[in-house]
């Protein structure tokens, strides 16, 4: 009988774990709202992307080895004979302000709740550190996955190098947009699209593209 009781009052706290992580995990699960195949709460017509938090946290502890690596070079402590101090402490100082900026949108995201992607039937808008306008379905082509070269990247060494480019979601706009010619001239000569996506928002590349094409080909003509 003792023993019956025992395994029922360890499987009532068992229960009162699940009960007590269970809202957690929703919470959680309500940070990246759906994607292709799994509708959102709520209307059909209004979706929030957010921002990852797991690559947040490795953005922020990447961009911190990185800030302390680029610190020691700039300052000498890591010394190279000759030119390759000279050229150890200009890449030290370039990976201090470069990584140092990634630890800044990384705190950013963790920190804050404003780092999202929205998506409604009159276009979709970017939230972060700056705010995008809103730009309406009609005025954008299809959205691509695209993998970006990093030169920044490419100059690590291959054992601390993440495994397979990043990859963005890019687009075009339609002709006839006057919008920031000049800007958008720029990214195509760098990237062969005109703009794109801040994040993927917690989603695959080719994911996000799919989605945003489906809502592009729901509401551009209304």
Not at 39 to 61: E, I, M, N, T, Y
Not at 75 to 101: D, E, H, K, N, S
Not at 117 to 140: A, C, H, N, T, Y
Request: hydrophobic share 45%; glycine share 10%; aromatic share 12%.
């Amino acid at each position: 009988m003792r023993t019956r009781q025992g395994r029922l009052s360890r499987r009532q706290s068992g229960c009162g774990f699940v009960d007590a992580f269970m809202p957690l995990l929703r919470h959680h699960l309500s940070q990246v709202s759906g994607g292709p195949g799994s509708p959102p709460d709520g209307p059909r017509d209004r979706l929030v992307l957010r921002s990852s938090r797991r690559k947040a946290v490795f953005l922020l502890a990447a961009g911190l080895l990185f800030v302390a690596l680029g610190f020691l070079l700039a300052i000498g402590m890591i010394g190279f004979p000759g030119w390759l101090g000279v050229l150890a402490r200009i890449t030290g100082w370039f990976a201090l302000v470069f990584f140092g900026l990634a630890v800044a949108v990384a705190l950013f995201q963790l920190l804050t709740n404003r780092s999202y992607l929205l998506l409604q039937r009159d276009g979709f808008q970017m939230f972060g550190i700056r705010k995008s306008r809103l730009i309406p379905w009609s005025e954008v082509a299809a959205f691509t996955a695209v993998t970006l070269q990093n030169p920044v990247l490419d100059l690590l060494p291959k054992w601390i190098r993440i495994p397979g480019a990043p990859k963005m979601v890019l687009f075009d706009y339609r002709p006839g947009v006057q919008w920031h010619q000049r800007l958008r001239s720029f990214n195509r000569s760098f990237t062969g699209h005109e703009a794109g996506l801040a994040d993927t928002y917690g989603l695959k590349a080719e994911e996000l593209a799919g989605l945003m094409n489906d809502w592009r080909s729901r509401f551009a003509a209304s």
